[in-house]
Structure formats: C-alpha cells, structure tokens
C-alpha cells in the first residue's frame, strides 16, 4: 500500500473508553503529524514528530496522548475523551529535518464520534 | 497569533466561470505558502505551493496562485472550472525557512460546480 494510511477510518466511543487511531506512512518521510478537522473550523495541528521526537505539542489535552514508535507509524491514544472531541482526525507526514520546507502528504482520516 | 483567513466559505459555479478564491495571511516575515483540495470521499492533497521565486505559481489541474506580498495574500484562480472542480479548497501558511512542520489552516472554501 502507498501514500499514508489510518485504522480505522471511523470510530464510536463512549467518554471512558480507552482507544488508540494508528498512522502509517508508506513513503519514507520521517516527521508525522496529527491533525483535528472539527466541523467548521480550520485544520488544528495538534502534534509534530520529526525523528520520532516530539517537537511540538500544540495546547492538547492530556487525553490525547500521541507515540511514535518509528518514522513510519504514528498512534493516537484516547482517553476519557469529551463529546467535543468528536471529529476528523488527519495524519500527515513529510521529510524531516529541520532545514527547507517540505509537503505534507495526507491520510484519509478517523471520523471519530464520542458519545 | 498568526491566522490564515478564506473570505469564501461557500461557492456555486457554473461549469466554465472563471474560479478565484481569496486567502489571506497575518504574519508579516517569510511565509511558505500551500492550496490543498480535499475532493468529496478523498485525502487532502496538494494543489499548488509558493516557496520563493516566481510569485506565480501553476498547480495541478489548470490551477494556479498569485502571491501578493504586499496584500499578504496567495489567491487561488482557474480561468475555466469543471464539475469534477467541486471539492473543498485549503489555504495553509508555513512560517519562516525552516521545516517546522506547523502548517496553518484557514477554514477551508466548499466550491459546488454545477454542470
């Protein structure tokens, strides 16, 4: 399989379920990303990975807590999530480093509902 | 902070008419700057990026964007749209020369294209 690739594509859980959304990038790259898409509201960053280092965590909550075992997979562990927290969850992943700027390229997303 | 505003949230074309969807910036230093299309049932993928150069930039599928320093704005345009056309369209900014992966979003633009 190519490109970046997210299990499972839909997820329905209750506020104190524990789950995990897997991430996997099939092209090299070695910076993933999480991302939130709420309904109406701009993509949110909300971590970055570049040589399986976290770099940047941008204000989220302790219930979400990412890992990034290796450049290629990326996991976001949930728990005791807020029926706000129900939305599309991306995974991106580009190549590292910190010099130029470089593509991201996308996966097809979680559409997670919290009930 | 810095922000990237889509002034169009929804837009409804005729196949044919002339595309131009605007998109503006906050931050004032170098900025890296991306369109990405988002077809219904697809990922995110690239449309067209500006990193330096020609402000002019041509993307896949006859689109192409201006950037206008002065304005803070990259503009997306394509003289003649077709129904396949219909998708939602993100402007994102990357600030600065170096990777630091924090792509910004605006909220994205629907374009519907009536055939």
């Known amino acids: 399989e190519t490109g970046v690739t997210q299990t499972p594509r839909h997820l329905v859980m209750g506020m104190t379920n524990k789950k995990s959304l897997k991430c996997e990038q099939h092209?090299?790259?070695?910076?993933m990303y999480w991302y939130k898409q709420s309904a109406k509201k701009p993509l949110e960053l909300m971590f970055v990975y570049n040589f399986k280092e976290q770099t940047e965590n941008n204000s989220v909550p302790s219930r979400f807590s990412p890992e990034c075992p290796n450049s290629s997979h990326l996991f976001l562990h949930l728990h005791t999530l807020q029926p706000e927290d129900s939305a599309l969850y991306l995974c991106a992943s580009s190549q590292g480093g910190l010099a130029g700027v470089h593509e991201q390229f996308f996966g097809p997303g979680t559409r997670l509902t919290v009930l | 902070a810095q922000s990237v505003s889509q002034h169009n949230h929804h837009v409804i074309l005729s196949e044919a008419a002339s595309l131009e969807l605007g998109c503006n910036y906050s931050y004032g230093g170098t900025v890296n700057l991306f369109w990405y299309v988002q077809y219904p049932g697809q990922h995110l993928q690239l449309l067209l990026k500006?990193?330096?150069?020609?402000?002019l930039v041509k993307g896949i599928k006859g689109f192409e964007a201006e950037f206008i320093k002065s304005k803070f704005s990259f503009n997306l345009r394509k003289p003649s749209v077709q129904w396949s056309d219909t998708a939602e369209y993100f402007c994102a900014v990357i600030r600065g020369s170096g990777n630091t992966g924090k792509l910004i979003f605006g909220q994205g633009t629907t374009l519907q294209v009536k055939p």
């Open positions: 500006y990193f330096s150069g020609d402000p």
């Open positions: 092209l090299g790259h070695n910076a």
